[in-house]
């Protein structure tokens, strides 16, 4: 049994690591293991798994090897038996899974949709964050294998007992040369498959299930905006943009005071950028505010399409606009921010302190405005951190924050204006990362991770306020997505729309109409242009609505519930001129001839 137990853990750390697509098994286990309660949990729950595996395998030997003793099959009969059961195994096994892994999606990543869990689990894993890996093999994966090899058990007890009943009364030799007698626990499966995937599916809900494989979309056909035909001018004096992407910012941090779910605030120097220091806030309340969460949108790589391309990041069928990390072009339809600034001969650069590979971030930049990217590979390269050195994704913000002071101070030496993007990972669920001058202030540790990014973003900010090159450049700041973190989530009154922060400073242009907005993250696309001062002909590019003109935006004009329910939606254009983009048409025109 300690051999089966034994046996158990190291699959299990083995699966790991294949997910992962490398085998630094010192990174997931040594370099970055704490005895923590979760972590000593998921040990003894996979101990004790081993031991019940190697229980229900010994005694279903010993009852399998009673029920050939009475039937006296050949060994032909034995080995269809053999590969029957385990046909019956893995239905049983995919049930289960289907089950477990989206009560596991429910339970760590709130409300997240359709779209955004079909892209992820299309991505390959690396530099994913070790312990979401482990959560997963230690939880759904380890507890269907034991459900499934609990279930076989109980098939081959019941059909054996059945069966050696019927041997003994003398009714069964006959009918047992001419079938095979596994109706029964076909039938079992089959219920434990469909039964698993329906109340899977039904975590999920039904209606968005439905929507996204059955109903079709025409938003795009009538209000999208292509950005590549649009015509966009710039001034003569270009203005610099630091974009700064801020994990899971959503203004329920704030207080209730300023418009917030809580009743302290968590985030005292952003939101006195707002009501002190001149900063815009487009805002759906008459407080601080942000926008409007819409489907395809609510993960990170979703959210930095959203903001630089106004539409939102979807899978359809078997396509992906990054099938599993090998394609060659991510999203080729697509026209954002990135390429009209590198039409405008900005250097460009994105900050990352994880592995920018992950969801395919590398690919989405690097063919969409040719940005250099400097992640958490880069600074290993250039000697930045230490090659062992690995924490939460990647190295902390603290590092990150001096880092892009430098590479900021690189690119404002240069003549050409600059576009410098960077995106921070430690408010990331679960529980965010404390590091050792995390001040423990509050009564969890994700409320102080969260005030702690608020202090070392208000320093930030005023290091580039002091420097010479500030007058010049406009800084956007904004949440990539709403948190996932449901520890935190969870509290929050059901009554409170929760939105995604948003903050620019220093931009030449001014508008009155910042409050009571219904607007999403998509809208920031033509923001930001205009924030550098540039023109867009009709306000509108992709999906987004330029929030310093008077234009209505797309869910203030149909109404958000329509905008949600058409973007859950397959559409037809979006899968064959963004998703596919010119590729498509080289694909017709091979299939003419």
Same mark, same amino acid.
């Given at each position: 049994?300690?051999?089966?137990?034994? @046996?158990?853990?190291?699959?299990?750390?083995?699966?790991?690591? !294949?997910?992962?697509?490398? &085998?630094?098994?010192?990174?997931?286990? @040594?370099?970055?293991?704490?005895?923590?309660?979760?972590?000593?949990?998921?040990?003894?729950?996979?101990?004790?798994?081993?031991?019940?595996?190697?229980?229900?395998?010994?005694?279903?030997?010993?009852? #399998? =090897?009673?029920?050939?003793?009475?039937?006296?099959?050949?060994?032909?009969?034995?080995?269809?038996?053999?590969?029957?059961?385990?046909?019956? @195994?893995?239905?049983? %096994?995919?049930?289960? #899974?289907?089950?477990?892994?989206?009560?596991?999606?429910?339970?760590?990543?709130?409300?997240?949709?359709?779209?955004?869990?079909?892209?992820?689990?299309?991505?390959?894993?690396?530099?994913?964050?070790?312990?979401?890996?482990?959560?997963?093999? %230690?939880?759904? #994966?380890?507890?269907?294998?034991?459900?499934?090899?609990? *279930?076989?058990?109980?098939?081959?007890?019941?059909?054996?007992?059945?069966?050696?009943?019927?041997?003994?009364?003398?009714?069964?030799?006959?009918?047992?040369?001419?079938?095979?007698?596994?109706?029964?626990?076909?039938?079992?499966? +089959?219920?434990?498959?469909?039964?698993?995937?329906?109340?899977?599916?039904?975590?999920?809900?039904?209606?968005?299930?439905?929507?996204?494989?059955?109903?079709?979309?025409?938003?795009?056909?009538?209000?999208?905006?292509?950005?590549?035909?649009?015509?966009?001018?710039?001034?003569?004096?270009?203005?610099?943009?630091?974009?700064?992407?801020?994990?899971?910012?959503?203004?329920?941090?704030?207080?209730?005071?300023?418009?917030?779910?809580?009743?302290?605030?968590?985030?005292?120097?952003?939101?006195?950028?707002?009501?002190?220091?001149?900063?815009?806030? &487009?805002?759906?309340?008459?407080?601080?505010?942000?926008?409007?969460?819409?489907?395809?949108?609510?993960?990170?790589?979703?959210?930095?399409?959203?903001?630089?391309?106004?539409?939102?990041?979807?899978?359809?069928?078997?396509?992906?606009?990054?099938?599993?990390?090998? *394609?060659?072009?991510?999203?080729?339809?697509?026209?954002?921010?990135?390429?009209?600034? /590198? =039409?405008?001969?900005?250097?460009?650069?994105?900050?990352?302190?994880?592995?920018?590979?992950?969801?395919?971030?590398?690919?989405?930049?690097?063919?969409?405005?040719?940005?250099?990217?400097?992640?958490?590979?880069?600074?290993?390269?250039?000697?930045?951190?230490?090659?062992?050195?690995?924490?939460?994704?990647?190295?902390?913000?603290?590092?990150?924050?001096?880092?892009?002071?430098?590479?900021?101070?690189?690119?404002?030496?240069?003549?050409?204006?600059?576009?410098?993007?960077?995106?921070?990972?430690?408010?990331?669920?679960?529980?965010?990362?404390?590091?050792?001058?995390?001040?423990?202030?509050?009564?969890?540790?994700? =409320?102080?991770?969260?005030?702690?990014?608020?202090?070392?973003?208000?320093?930030? #900010?005023?290091?580039?306020?002091?420097?010479?090159?500030?007058?010049?450049?406009?800084?956007?700041?904004?949440? /990539?997505?709403?948190?996932?973190?449901?520890?935190?989530?969870?509290?929050?009154?059901?009554?409170?729309?929760?939105?995604?922060?948003?903050?620019? +400073?220093?931009?030449?242009?001014? *508008?009155?109409?910042?409050?009571?907005?219904?607007?999403?993250?998509? /809208?920031? %696309?033509?923001?930001?242009?205009?924030?550098?001062?540039?023109?867009?002909?009709?306000?509108?590019?992709? !999906?987004?609505?330029?929030? &310093?003109?008077?234009?209505?935006?797309?869910?203030?004009?149909?109404?958000?519930?329509?905008?949600?329910?058409?973007?859950?939606?397959?559409?037809? &254009?979006?899968?064959?001129?963004?998703?596919?983009?010119?590729?498509?048409?080289?694909?017709?025109?091979?299939?003419?001839?």
């Amino acid at each position: 049994m300690l051999i089966s137990a034994v @046996f158990d853990l190291s699959s299990s750390i083995f699966l790991a690591k !294949l997910l992962l697509g490398d &085998f630094k098994l010192d990174y997931l286990i @040594f370099m970055n293991f704490e005895p923590t309660r979760e972590y000593l949990l998921a040990i003894a729950s996979c101990i004790v798994a081993g031991i019940l595996t190697f229980a229900v395998l010994y005694y279903s030997i010993v009852i #399998l =090897k009673q029920y050939e003793e009475v039937r006296n099959q050949s060994q032909r009969k034995s080995i269809w038996a053999t590969f029957l059961y385990g046909i019956c @195994f893995l239905l049983v %096994f995919v049930g289960f #899974l289907a089950f477990t892994s989206s009560r596991w999606v429910v339970a760590n990543f709130g409300g997240t949709g359709i779209q955004e869990i079909l892209y992820t689990i299309s991505q390959p894993l690396a530099g994913t964050d070790s312990t979401q890996i482990f959560s997963f093999i %230690f939880g759904p #994966l380890n507890s269907s294998i034991l459900f499934s090899v609990l *279930t076989i058990y109980f098939i081959l007890y019941v059909t054996s007992q059945m069966r050696m009943r019927k041997a003994q009364k003398g009714r069964y030799q006959r009918r047992a040369q001419r079938r095979s007698g596994f109706g029964v626990p076909i039938l079992i499966s +089959l219920i434990v498959l469909i039964g698993g995937c329906t109340l899977g599916v039904g975590s999920f809900g039904y209606a968005e299930v439905k929507a996204y494989f059955f109903d079709k979309s025409t938003i795009y056909e009538e209000q999208y905006q292509n950005p590549e035909t649009t015509a966009i001018s710039f001034p003569e004096q270009k203005r610099n943009l630091i974009y700064i992407y801020v994990e899971s910012l959503e203004t329920s941090y704030l207080s209730k005071d300023l418009g917030g779910a809580l009743d302290v605030n968590l985030l005292p120097n952003l939101s006195g950028l707002i009501t002190e220091g001149g900063a815009v806030n &487009f805002s759906n309340t008459e407080k601080i505010g942000g926008a409007l969460p819409t489907p395809g949108t609510g993960f990170t790589v979703g959210g930095m399409v959203a903001e630089t391309a106004g539409i939102p990041l979807n899978v359809v069928g078997g396509l992906n606009a990054n099938d599993y990390g090998n *394609t060659s072009n991510f999203l080729p339809g697509a026209y954002s921010l990135g390429e009209i600034l /590198d =039409k405008e001969n900005y250097r460009q650069m994105l900050m990352i302190g994880s592995e920018a590979a992950f969801g395919g971030r590398d690919k989405y930049f690097t063919q969409h405005g040719n940005y250099e990217i400097r992640d958490y590979n880069y600074a290993v390269e250039n000697g930045w951190i230490p090659s062992d050195y690995k924490v939460w994704w990647g190295y902390e913000d603290q590092k990150l924050f001096e880092f892009a002071k430098e590479s900021i101070t690189e690119l404002s030496s240069g003549d050409q204006p600059f576009n410098f993007t960077m995106l921070t990972a430690d408010t990331h669920f679960p529980d965010g990362y404390a590091t050792a001058e995390t001040e423990n202030l509050y009564d969890n540790q994700y =409320k102080n991770v969260i005030h702690a990014s608020d202090q070392m973003l208000g320093a930030f #900010l005023t290091w580039i306020q002091q420097q010479p090159f500030y007058e010049n450049t406009t800084i956007i700041l904004s949440g /990539d997505h709403l948190t996932m973190d449901t520890g935190f989530s969870s509290s929050i009154s059901e009554d409170y729309e929760r939105t995604v922060f948003n903050l620019i +400073l220093n931009a030449p242009v001014a *508008t009155e109409n910042t409050k009571n907005r219904q607007f999403s993250t998509m /809208d920031l %696309f033509p923001t930001t242009l205009a924030a550098l001062n540039a023109t867009v002909e009709g306000d509108r590019l992709g !999906l987004g609505t330029n929030l &310093f003109s008077d234009k209505e935006t797309l869910i203030e004009e149909l109404g958000y519930d329509y905008v949600e329910t058409q973007l859950t939606q397959r559409s037809d &254009f979006y899968e064959e001129n963004i998703l596919q983009g010119t590729d498509m048409a080289v694909k017709k025109s091979a299939t003419s001839k």
